[in-house]
């Protein structure tokens, strides 16, 4: 892979989670407390350490999630 594709690839990565993080909201305990269970049950089936940040985002008619480190 060449310079300009790997530097191309991490702006892209950080453009997304700006949108992801900008544009919705964090699930936690607090908010959505089966939400954040499930994601905290299939983090440790899946032994990932920490658990990844959840975020909801309101599109078109839709709610979308996306998991971030």
Known sequence: MSTVSIAYGTLRERLVRLQVQGGGFRV??????ASYQA??????ILDVSPVPKLY?????GHIASYATR
């Open 28 to 33: 936690n305990d607090a908010n959505f407390p």
């Open 56 to 60: 909801l985002h309101r599109g078109t």
């Open 39 to 44: 994601l905290s049950e299939a983090a440790e």
